[in-house]
């Protein structure tokens, strides 16, 4: 098929193509049509085949162009896409070229018609111009090694029953709790029974942890509590709640000993509570390295992107979004369908949400179209001795077996995930060496890792 094309660039990565079909490619076109119509069609008088081309003409005359028209078009844009030269300019998977009018068809003539679809945005990364990254400082200290320890020993206490069946802070309490309505009357609906909760943490959603401390053991309390205005529970902020609580149970947690005995429950491989304060030591300092590394890169991904503009297609926006919703539909156990229902029954839309989701999904696609683009200019690769590498690094940081890392590698995805991640790493080292690279401030381990 003889085909001319025109290409003119739109906004957000959108583009027109004009296409031109010559006239001799549209007599066959409509030729082959019409035969298919004399195979197949059958017509009172006539038999199947013999039917006169005229007869059919004047029958299904329009049918016969309609389908004409669009097998032309499909054939021309398959062939126009199909050229590996024109990968620029072929449509996103989920942007399908939409046809801006439907062309009249004249076998003498040419055909000409236009579609309009969205393609892969183009960035060429060039500016690098006044990039600088604020290394995050920060430091795994005795504190920090405490803090984890005591989450090993919570997570190895033996609960019992408290002796003196008296409610103190860091009990554990199983209450049962109603809320009065103005004239003393406990409100059905509101009766909780068996609520368990861990005074003085956010456990309690009541926030009555002071006000039941010092109570016994089936003792029954009215209880007055009245909420700032400015409470995160918009349930309760600016009121005052009467409730009746009748506390059940108390239990204390157990703490084992920090000694060598406990560091052999936690695992047989260390001898010491040493050994185990030194693996923690280390898990932590890996962790701070990859939070601290992944914190650089979003700073520099962030620059580049402000500073080397681009447009993302409305439709690489929506199927980003519209995946997060399924992704979310996953995680509620619920269908896409679904989802939607929950959330129109809370008083929200799924649209509303989407719109509040877009600018991450954007600064995400972005980001994720910038490296892929520089992985290409760099001509990023990795080879099978950098990958064995790695599964030695994996090995070391997770204190087990090089065998184990393989075995888990094995798995197709997984090793091209890994060969992906080592791409990456490889690209942003040597864009850190292209900027300037200096000390931020300094903060506390645990702040590094608020608001992830």
């Known amino acids: 098929m003889k085909v001319t094309k025109e290409i003119e660039k739109l906004e957000k990565s959108a583009v027109k193509l004009t296409v031109t079909v010559a006239k001799k490619d549209v007599a066959d076109g409509y030729n ?12 009172p008088g006539f038999r199947k085949g013999h039917v006169p081309a005229k007869v059919l003409e004047s029958k299904y005359g329009d049918q016969i162009k309609s389908e004409t028209i669009a097998n032309i078009i499909d054939k021309s844009l398959n062939e126009i896409f199909s050229d590996e030269k024109e990968t620029e300019s072929r449509p996103l998977p989920y942007a399908q070229p939409v046809l801006e009018k439907m062309p009249e068809l004249d076998v003498t003539k040419n055909l000409v018609y236009t579609v309009t679809y969205d393609v892969f945005p183009k960035v060429e990364v060039a500016n690098f111009d006044g ?18 320890l005591k989450g090993l020993q919570d997570r190895n206490a033996v609960v ?12 554990i309490v199983t209450i049962d709790i109603a809320e009065k309505d103005d004239a003393g009357n406990e409100i059905a609906s509101t009766k909780r029974a068996g609520f368990v909760f861990t005074v003085g943490t ?15 053991k089936d003792e029954t309390k009215e209880i007055k509590k009245s909420y700032a205005a400015d409470d995160k529970d918009a349930e309760l902020a600016g009121k005052t709640k009467t409730y009746t609580v009748t506390v059940k149970a108390i239990k204390v947690r157990d703490l084992p000993k920090l000694d060598d005995d406990f560091a052999q429950d936690v695992n047989d491989k260390f001898k010491t509570l040493d050994d185990l304060k030194a693996d923690i030591k280390r898990q932590l300092n890996l962790a701070k390295d990859r939070k601290i590394s992944e914190l650089k ?11 080397n503009a681009f447009d993302i297609p409305a439709s690489m926006l ?27 029954s809370s008083g929200q839309t799924k649209e509303g949400m989407l719109s509040q989701w877009s600018a991450e999904a954007e600064k995400m696609l972005k980001s994720r179209i910038i490296v892929d683009a520089l992985l290409k200019e760099y001509k990023i690769e990795v080879s099978e001795d950098e990958i064995n590498a790695k599964f030695q690094e994996i090995a070391d ?20 995930y890994l060969v992906d991640d080592t791409k990456e790493q490889k690209l ?25």
Request: charged fraction near 40%; glycine fraction near 2%.
């Open 32 to 43: 082959e049509t019409l035969n298919q119509y004399v195979k197949h069609v059958q017509i």
């Open 131 to 148: 990039i600088e990254i604020k290394e995050t400082q920060t430091e795994v200290g005795d504190e920090e090694i405490a803090e984890e």
């Open 397 to 416: 940081q997770n204190a087990i077996t090089l065998d184990e890392v393989k075995k888990h590698y094995e798995d197709a995805k997984a090793k091209e």
């Open 428 to 452: 942003f080292k040597e864009l850190f060496a292209k900027v300037k690279v200096s000390k931020g401030d300094s903060v506390k381990f645990a702040d590094l890792f608020k608001n992830q």
């Open 202 to 216: 956010a456990e309690n959603v009541y926030k009555i942890d002071d006000e039941i401390v010092g109570m016994k």
């Open 297 to 307: 890169q979003n700073s520099l991904l962030e620059q580049l992107i402000e500073k």
């Open 160 to 171: 019992t029953d408290k002796k003196d069946e008296t409610v103190a802070k860091d009990d």
């Open 318 to 344: 929506r199927a980003e979004l519209e995946g997060r919703w399924e992704m979310m539909a996953r995680q509620f156990q619920t269908t896409a369908a679904e989802l939607d229902r929950l959330v129109t």
